[in-house]
C-alpha cells in the first residue's frame, strides 16, 4: 500500500497503477479511491497511468481534525503530483473531487496539467446565495447535516439506495453490490471529515477558479443528475471555463462512473487521445 505524508502530517493512501499518459482522479462525497476503479483499470489496460488517493480523512487516508477543506484538499492533490512527479497529468474530478480539481488549477495554475475532465461536479456554487439565485437553499445542507449526526450510517445507506445512483426511479435496475460499495467506503470515512467536508462541497465557490482554467477542458455530467443538479454546475461552468467541451448523457444520474462507465471510459480516453 502506498502512501504519502503531507506538509501537516497527514498520511494519504494512493494507487497507482499501468504507465503512459497520467490520469489523476479525485473522489466524490463521501468515498475513495475504489470509485474510479473501473475508469482506472480500462483507462490502464489503454495505455495511461492512473493515479488515485484517497482524500484525507476518506477511506484509507488519516483522519486530521484540522483541514477538511477545499484549500486543503488541492494542496494535496499538488503534494501528490510533485512527490509523484507527474507531468502532463489529464485530472478527472467527480462531485466533490471536481471541485478539487477546480481549486487545485486555481491555487497552483496548469504547469503539470495537460488536460481536465469534471463528472457530475460540484463547482461553480451548489448553495444558493444573492449572486447564485440557482443553486439550492442551505437547509438542504443543513438537512444533510442533520441526518448525518443523527445516523450517519442510515444517511449512508439512503442516499446509496435512492438518488446517488438514481436507484429511486421507475424502473431503475437496482445493485445491491453498488449500494453496498457506497456504504462501505462511505463508512471508512473520518466521521469529522465527513461532515466538515458537506460545507466544502456546498459553500465553496468555484467561480475564479474556473475562470483560470487554460488546458482543454471536458465537462461530462447526466441531465437527471439528483445530487448535483446540471443547471446549476456544469451548465454554468462550461460558460466559465474557456472553450470546454461540455458532454450531457441523457437520463444520466450522479453515478456516472458506475450507472454510465461504458460510455464514460469510452469518452475518457478519447479525450486523453485527443
Given at each position: 500500500m502506498a502512501f504519502l505524508t503531507t506538509r501537516d502530517d497527514v498520511s494519504l493512501y494512493y494507487k497507482d497503477w499501468?504507465?503512459?499518459?497520467?490520469?489523476?482522479?479525485?473522489?466524490?462525497?463521501?468515498?475513495?479511491?475504489?470509485?474510479?476503479?473501473?475508469?482506472?483499470?480500462?483507462?490502464?489496460?489503454?495505455?495511461?497511468?492512473?493515479?488515485?488517493?484517497?482524500?484525507?480523512?476518506?477511506?484509507?487516508?488519516?483522519?486530521?481534525?484540522?483541514?477538511?477543506?477545499?484549500?486543503?484538499?488541492?494542496?494535496d492533490l499538488a503534494e501528490l503530483l510533485k512527490a509523484l512527479d507527474l507531468r502532463d497529468v489529464v485530472l478527472v474530478g467527480h462531485s466533490t473531487g471536481g471541485g478539487e480539481v477546480a481549486r487545485y488549477i486555481g491555487r497552483h495554475g496548469t504547469e503539470r496539467v495537460a488536460k481536465a475532465v469534471l463528472v457530475g461536479a460540484v463547482p461553480p456554487l451548489m448553495v444558493k446565495t444573492d449572486a447564485n439565485p440557482g443553486g439550492l437553499p442551505m437547509s438542504v445542507f443543513d438537512g444533510f447535516r442533520e441526518q448525518y449526526l443523527a445516523d450517519r450510517a442510515q444517511f449512508f445507506l439512503d442516499v446509496a439506495s435512492g438518488p446517488f445512483y438514481g436507484f429511486n426511479r421507475p424502473g431503475a435496475k437496482v445493485s445491491e453490490g453498488l449500494i453496498r460499495s457506497w456504504w462501505t467506503q462511505g463508512m471508512m470515512s473520518g466521521h469529522k471529515n465527513a461532515y466538515d467536508c458537506i460545507s466544502a462541497f456546498s459553500e465553496t465557490d468555484f467561480t475564479e477558479d474556473l475562470k483560470k482554467f487554460d488546458v482543454p477542458t471536458l465537462i461530462v455530467h447526466g441531465d437527471d443528475d439528483q445530487i448535483v443538479p446540471i443547471d446549476n454546475s456544469a451548465l454554468l461552468s462550461a460558460k466559465l471555463v474557456k472553450d470546454a467541451t461540455l458532454k450531457v448523457y441523457p437520463g444520466g444520474t450522479h453515478a456516472l462512473a458506475d450507472t454510465s462507465k461504458d460510455e464514460l471510459n469510452e469518452d475518457l480516453l478519447a479525450f486523453i487521445r485527443s
Open positions: 499501468g504507465s503512459g499518459t497520467p490520469v489523476v482522479f479525485s473522489h466524490g462525497w463521501p468515498l475513495t479511491a475504489d470509485a474510479w476503479e473501473a475508469q482506472m483499470f480500462f483507462l490502464a489496460s489503454n495505455g495511461c497511468r492512473c493515479v488515485a488517493h484517497d482524500r484525507r480523512g476518506h477511506g484509507r487516508s488519516s483522519q486530521p481534525w484540522h483541514g477538511n477543506d477545499m484549500d486543503a484538499y488541492a494542496d
